[in-house]
Nanobody, 123 residues
Framework: QVQLAESGGGLVQAGGSLRLSCVAS????????MGWFRQAPGKEREFVAA????????YYADVVKGRFTISRDNAKNSVYLQMNSLKPEDTAVYYC????????????????WGQGTQVTVSS
């Protein structure tokens, strides 16, 4: 069992930056692939980025590539999402998630989820 807790959301102007954090408790965090997803009002949850257990494998959605960076620190049971050049369309609740085995962009493949943190980008 893995429990996940996100933090770092907030209100930012377009062009600004935010850094999201997700701390995990429970067993074997370092063995899980970690992902970030987001869900805007009235829309389905969508993939943002994922990182392999070692940190060597990275995967980004096209809409955030070049602007967002995912990283992890297994010693701190944490995964991060650095978000730069934010746009109003990035406004959503952001979730971190964990899954065994390899990288994936599918919501259904992730076993554990946090409660989410709100990111609002004003124009």
């Amino acid at each position: 069992q893995v429990q996940l807790a996100e933090s770092g959301g907030g209100l930012v102007q377009a062009g600004g930056s935010l850094r999201l954090s997700c701390v995990a408790s429970g067993r074997a965090f370092s063995s899980y692939t970690m992902g970030w997803f987001r869900q805007a009002p009235g829309k389905e949850r969508e993939f943002v980025a994922a990182i392999s257990w070692s940190g060597s494998g990275l995967y980004y959605a096209d809409v955030v590539k070049g602007r967002f960076t995912i990283s992890r620190d297994n010693a701190k049971n944490s995964v991060y999402l650095q978000m730069n050049s934010l746009k109003p369309e990035d406004t959503a609740v952001y979730y971190c998630a964990a899954k065994p085995l390899g990288l994936s962009d599918l919501v259904a493949n992730y076993r554990y989820w946090g409660q989410g943190t709100q990111v609002t980008v004003s124009s």
